[in-house]
């Protein structure tokens, strides 16, 4: 009893020093972004701060590293390619929704946003080659930038959510995830859109959609790879090539991390997944995503 206790206060402890880091840590970033623009010289180290704020955290707790588990098996490869396949799923009808009924517009970008040109000479040629590069090459380009957040999200806050015993630990985790983004967002420098504050509202929804199977695939795994490849996945095919491909004066409020589509297939393609994955027999005996050497993880 004492020793459960004990790690419940030391659990806290982390997540109060882990916060009060992040915000200390992300304010100089954010203020130079609302002031200079999404430059790649404050964008870079601001990703790099949930590391930061967890690396502390374990320093002066003196917890170590173990936890965040660089496991690499095949149920991790296995729910890394769902990772890959997951933003796909939600981007191929959101956008697929929102380019044939004219709420934004089809226009194959010739620029890759890390600044390389996309092979081709018609949009047909530029949407193969972009779509290809973006599940490929993509998430490796975007790994640099997932596995600073993942390792302080997923990595270190989630779980000690967990130990801690907040209640609704994933969905405070992706809350958390998504308000970290607010002040970029509300100031239109992130994700930006004509309504900010419903953009903002919209993707609460998106990171908590996400983040449940963010979540999921960390916890069932024992690994951070899962989660660091599906977020890289995430901004190379939804950001980088959906996002890049899709113009118009409303598309913002349709498409984009907070745009209605995106929000609405986020959330379904989730949900859909964790009842699959979830059969008759695991629901009766409340077993199910979440469940791991955490304990059983209520989602």
Aim: proline share 6%; net charge neutral.
């Amino acid at each position: 009893m004492q020793e459960a206790t004990d790690k419940v206060r030391r659990a806290r402890r982390g997540l109060a020093i882990f916060f009060g880091v992040l915000l200390l840590a992300s304010a100089p970033f954010d203020v130079q972004i609302v002031l200079h623009g999404l430059h790649p010289n404050y964008f870079l180290p601001l990703v790099w701060v949930p590391c930061f704020a967890s690396v502390v955290a374990r320093f002066l707790l003196r917890e170590g590293f173990g936890d965040v588990s660089f496991r690499f098996d095949r149920r991790a490869a296995w729910a890394m390619l769902v990772g890959v396949i997951y933003p796909v799923a939600v981007g191929v009808p959101a956008y697929g929704i929102a380019w044939t009924t004219g709420m934004a517009h089809f226009e194959p970008a010739a620029m890759h946003p890390l600044g390389f040109a996309i092979p081709g000479s018609t949009p047909g040629e530029r949407l193969l080659a972009g779509s290809i590069i973006a599940v490929t090459l993509g998430p490796l380009a975007m790994a640099v930038l997932a596995l600073g957040e993942e390792l302080g999200w997923r990595g270190y806050m989630l779980t000690r959510l967990i130990d801690a015993r907040v209640p609704q630990p994933v969905l405070v985790s992706g809350v958390v995830w998504a308000l970290w983004h607010a002040p970029l967002i509300v100031a239109g420098e992130y994700n930006g859109s004509p309504v900010p504050m419903l953009s903002l509202l919209l993707y609460i929804v998106t990171s908590v959609g996400a983040g449940t199977l963010l979540a999921t695939l960390r916890l069932e795994t024992g690994s951070v790879w899962p989660a660091v490849t599906m977020h890289a996945a995430w901004n190379a095919i939804v950001v980088a090539f959906f996002g890049a491909s899709t113009n118009g004066e409303d598309a913002a409020l349709w498409t984009g991390e907070g745009g209605v589509l995106v929000a609405i297939f986020t959330t379904a393609i989730t949900f859909v997944l964790l009842r699959w994955r979830r059969g008759p027999g695991d629901r009766a005996r409340g077993d199910g995503p979440g469940t791991s050497e955490f304990g059983a993880v209520r989602l």
